[in-house]
C-alpha cells in the first residue's frame, strides 16, 4: 500500500515570492511521483512527473520538483509565483512495477493562494 | 483532439434517485479510471476498466455503485439510490496504457438533495 502526506494545507504567499509545497511519500515499491494543479472547477492538469532518471523534474508554468529517495519527498518549487498560481496542488504515486494498473494513490491537496 | 469528455458537468438528484455519470475517454485511448473527491478531501481511486472489462473496482463501494465501459460509447458510473454522502466531484481519466499517464476530465459535481 502506498500513501501521500502533504504538509500544509494552505500556503499563501506574495507575487513573485519563491514557494515550496512539500509532499512525502510511503510505500514498500518503486514509485513514479506525480503534481497536478486543480483551478476552481476544473479537472487536474498535469504539472510534472518523475519516471526515472534525473532527480529533478522540469515541469509547465515554469514548476520543478526534486525526487528524494533517501528521504521519501518530492517536494514541488517553484522560483517566483503570479498571481495565476492561485490554484489547490495535489502530489500523488504510483506503483512503477505496474501491479497497481497505473491508479494513482493522492495527497490531501495544498491549497496555494498568491497575494497582490 | 478533444480531451476527456464528461456529462454532465452538475447533476442534482433527490436521496433514492439514480445517477449516471458519462465520460468519452480521449481519441485512441482504451484504458479509463475513475476518481472520487469528497470535500476538502484528495482524489480517491474507485475503479480502472478497459474496453469490455473492469480491471480493478478495490476502491467502488460495495453497494449501488458500477462501472461499465462497453465496445462502443462512453464510460459509465452509476449510483444507485444516492444518499447525502455520494455528493462529491467525479473525476474520469484516460490513458493508452496503463504506466503512459493519464489525461483527466472536468469532473462531473454530484449534489445529492
Known amino acids: 500500500a502506498q500513501s501521500v502526506t502533504q504538509l500544509d494545507s494552505q500556503v499563501p504567499v506574495f507575487e513573485e515570492a519563491p514557494v515550496e509545497l512539500r509532499c512525502n511519500y510511503s510505500?514498500?515499491?518503486?514509485?513514479?511521483l506525480f503534481w497536478y494543479v486543480q483551478y476552481p472547477n476544473q479537472g487536474l492538469q498535469l504539472l510534472l512527473k518523475?519516471?526515472?532518471?534525473?532527480?529533478l523534474v522540469k515541469g509547465i508554468n515554469g514548476f520543478e520538483a526534486e525526487f528524494n529517495k533517501s528521504q521519501t519527498s518530492f517536494h514541488l518549487r517553484k522560483p517566483s509565483v503570479h498571481i495565476s498560481d492561485t490554484a489547490e496542488y495535489f502530489c500523488?504515486?504510483?506503483?512503477?512495477?505496474?501491479?497497481?494498473?497505473?491508479?494513482?494513490?493522492f495527497g490531501q491537496g495544498t491549497i496555494l493562494t498568491v497575494h497582490p | 483532439n478533444a480531451g476527456v469528455m464528461q456529462n454532465p458537468r452538475h447533476l442534482v438528484r433527490r436521496r433514492g434517485q439514480e445517477a449516471r455519470l458519462r465520460c468519452s475517454p480521449m481519441?485512441?485511448?482504451?484504458?479509463v479510471y475513475w476518481y472520487r473527491q469528497l470535500p476538502e478531501e484528495g482524489l480517491k481511486f474507485m475503479v480502472y476498466?478497459?474496453?469490455?472489462?473492469?480491471?480493478?473496482e478495490s476502491g467502488m463501494p460495495k453497494e449501488r455503485f458500477s462501472a461499465e465501459f462497453p465496445k462502443e460509447g462512453p464510460s459509465i458510473l452509476r449510483i444507485q439510490q444516492v444518499v447525502r454522502g455520494d455528493s462529491a466531484a467525479y473525476f474520469c481519466?484516460?490513458?493508452?496504457?496503463?504506466?503512459?499517464?493519464?489525461?483527466f476530465g472536468s469532473g462531473t459535481r454530484l449534489t445529492v438533495v
Open positions: 481519466a484516460s490513458s493508452p496504457g496503463q504506466l503512459r499517464g493519464y489525461t
Open positions: 510505500s514498500s515499491v518503486s514509485v513514479y
Open positions: 518523475y519516471l526515472s532518471g534525473s532527480t
Open positions: 500523488a504515486v504510483s506503483d512503477a512495477g505496474g501491479t497497481s494498473y497505473g491508479k494513482l494513490t
Open positions: 481519441k485512441g485511448h482504451s484504458h
Open positions: 476498466l478497459q474496453k469490455e472489462n473492469i480491471i480493478d
